[in-house]
């Protein structure tokens, strides 16, 4: 029985520490409207840093200057910081020309990462004429750049089914894209299924589930509404009658992201990227909780 109980106590001793060596966290940050937002920005940046991360990556929307918006937080960051960061690079809304100018100008300034993708055009009645797949293989002829691109578990918002999804992300791949980045989800078997059709199909880079924290459950049911997210009957249950109090819900949610990643954890995935939304609190307690204890 001390044997077996030494024995117990040893795996656990090792599983810890395997889980600080190889646990890795990545972050998602917005540029912010103004200076205000900005100072907070860096804030957040400055607590989450403590917590060695990999990479991090900023947006940009469809409006006018959002390029521009985005190239100057990511000069700022990676300045600052010395971390890898890497823009979103959108084909949507540029031209080849535009496109080329705002790569050339990220690789001339040192930024060797990019998150390649389609975007949201500003017309709803906009023609694709370029797609992600299309953006990658522009981009590996200006550069040698690291490209990370999306994945969509549980189907993207305009895709017919999951198959069209699958051959799409594996266009991506095939042209040069070096992992994917999942949108948030909830439900772990959405994941897990999708990683195991991936593999079917010939895509074997890493898929790195997106994590998006709960600060607002009205908040959350928008997004997913606007991302075909499911939200699990369980979820709905925990913040039943919690509409007033959001401290109680970032409890929660903390709690949420803890099991999420666990349980992610325990099926090989290592790398964990997470949808700030430029804040700090719940994703550092998640993240530092789970650096400092086993799983």
């Known amino acids: 029985m001390n044997f077996l109980n030494k024995h117990y106590q040893e795996t656990i001793h ?67 910081t010395g971390v890898i960061t890497a823009p979103h690079l959108t084909c949507v809304n540029n031209t080849p020309i535009e496109l080329e100018k705002i790569a050339r100008l990220y690789w001339k300034s040192g930024i060797r990462n990019i998150v390649a993708l389609r975007g949201d055009a500003k017309n709803k009645m906009h023609k694709h004429i370029m797609y992600a797949a299309d953006l990658v293989t522009f981009l590996k002829k200006i550069a040698d750049f690291d490209i990370s691109v999306a994945a969509y578990p549980e189907r993207h918002p305009e895709s017919d089914n999951m198959k069209d999804d699958i051959l799409n992300l594996k266009k ?106 430029n804040k700090s609190d719940v994703v550092y307690s998640t993240c530092y909780f789970l650096k400092s204890l086993s799983l």
């Not at 894209?177 to 195991?196: E, G, K």
């Open 172 to 277: 991506k791949i095939d042209a040069g894209a070096n992992r994917a980045i999942t949108q948030f989800f909830f439900n772990i078997d959405s994941y897990l299924n999708f990683r195991d059709q991936c593999i079917k199909n010939g895509i074997n880079v890493e898929i790195i589930p997106g994590i998006l924290p709960i600060y607002n459950f009205q908040q959350l049911k928008k997004f997913s509404t606007m991302t075909n997210v499911t939200i699990p009957k369980w979820i709905f249950k925990m913040f039943n009658k919690l509409e007033d109090d959001l401290t109680t819900q970032r409890l929660i949610g903390v709690n949420i992201l803890i099991d999420i990643v666990k349980k992610l954890f325990t099926e090989g995935v290592k790398n964990f990227h997470f949808y700030s939304l």
């Open 14 to 80: 090792n599983r810890l520490e395997s889980l600080k060596n190889t646990l890795q966290f990545s972050f998602e940050f917005f540029p912010p409207k103004n200076i205000d937002l900005e100072n907070k920005l860096y804030l957040s940046i400055l607590k989450l840093i403590k917590l060695n991360p990999s990479f991090f990556s900023v947006t940009h929307g469809a409006n006018n200057g959002e390029e521009k918006k985005t190239y100057e937080i990511v000069q700022k960051i990676y300045k600052k």
